[in-house]
C-alpha cells in the first residue's frame, strides 16, 4: 500500500513539474528571428512589449482569439476609432521607457525632423510634426525586411524605408483587407503590429494631444 501511495506520489510531482515546464513554455519569443540583429536585451525588452500589447488586446477584445483581436485593433486603426488612452497608457509609457534605457529605442526610431535632414529632404519654413518613425537606417527596419516572410507587411517595410514620413494609415488599411486571423499565427507579424503600429503611434497621439490642449487654451 504504501508503495502505491509512494509511486502516486512520484507521478502527481512528475505530472506538475511538466506542467510548470509547459507554462513556462507557453510565452512566446516574439523576436527569436532577429537574433542575427538584436542582441539579448534587446529581444527581451521587446517582448515584454509585445505581451503588454497582448494583454491590453485581450482587455479591449475579451472573448476574441489573439488573432481576431490583432484583426479588430488593426480595422479600429483604419477608421480611427483607437481611442488615445488605449495608446496614451502609463503601462504604455513604462515600455517605452524601458525600451530609451536599454537602447533598444534608438535601434528603432528616430526623430522625423532629423531623418529628413539627413535625407536632405527636409525644406525650411515647412513644419514638420514632432513626432518619432522607423528609422530607415535603423538595424531593426532593415533586420525586419530580410526577415519577414509576409509580402504584404515587407512591402510597406520597404515603402517606410524610402519614405519615412509615410503614414501609417496606408499599412493598416492594406492589413484591414488581407490580413486574417491565420496571419497572426506567426509571432514575427505579431511583433511588427505591436512595435510599428501601436508603440510608434505613441509619439504621434502624445503630439496631437499637446495640440488638442494648446488650442483648448
Known amino acids: 500500500m504504501k508503495k502505491h501511495i509512494n509511486s502516486y506520489l512520484f507521478l502527481w510531482i512528475a505530472l506538475l513539474l511538466m506542467c510548470l515546464s509547459c ?3 507557453k510565452t512566446p519569443d516574439y523576436a527569436s528571428e532577429m537574433k542575427s540583429c538584436l542582441n539579448d536585451t534587446d529581444r527581451k525588452l521587446i517582448n515584454d512589449a509585445v505581451q503588454l500589447f497582448e494583454k491590453k488586446l485581450a482587455h479591449k477584445y475579451q472573448r476574441q482569439s489573439i488573432g481576431k ?3 479588430s485593433y488593426i480595422k479600429e486603426l483604419h477608421t480611427q476609432e483607437v481611442e488615445p488612452d488605449f495608446i496614451l497608457s502609463a503601462e ?3 515600455i517605452i521607457d524601458s525600451l530609451k534605457n536599454g537602447g533598444t529605442y534608438d535601434k528603432i526610431w528616430k526623430k522625423l525632423e532629423t531623418i529628413l535632414k539627413e535625407n536632405n529632404r527636409y525644406k525650411d519654413g515647412v513644419k514638420t510634426i514632432d513626432i518619432y518613425t ?3 537606417n535603423g538595424i531593426y527596419l532593415n533586420c525586419l525586411i530580410e526577415t519577414s516572410k509576409n509580402k504584404i507587411i515587407k512591402k510597406h ?3 517606410k524605408r524610402e519614405t519615412p514620413e509615410f503614414s501609417y494609415a496606408f499599412a493598416v488599411e492594406d ?3 488581407n490580413f486574417t486571423e491565420k496571419d497572426f499565427d506567426d509571432n514575427l507579424n505579431r511583433m511588427i503590429i505591436a512595435i510599428n503600429y501601436y508603440y510608434e503611434l505613441y509619439s504621434l497621439f502624445e ?5 488638442k490642449e494648446v488650442k483648448a487654451q
Do not use: N, V
Open 207 to 211: 503630439y496631437l494631444k499637446i495640440i
Open 69 to 71: 483581436a490583432y484583426i
Open 92 to 94: 504604455t509609457k513604462t
Open 175 to 177: 492589413f484591414s483587407s
Open 23 to 25: 507554462s513556462k513554455s
Open 134 to 136: 522607423l528609422d530607415p
Open 157 to 159: 517595410l520597404m515603402r
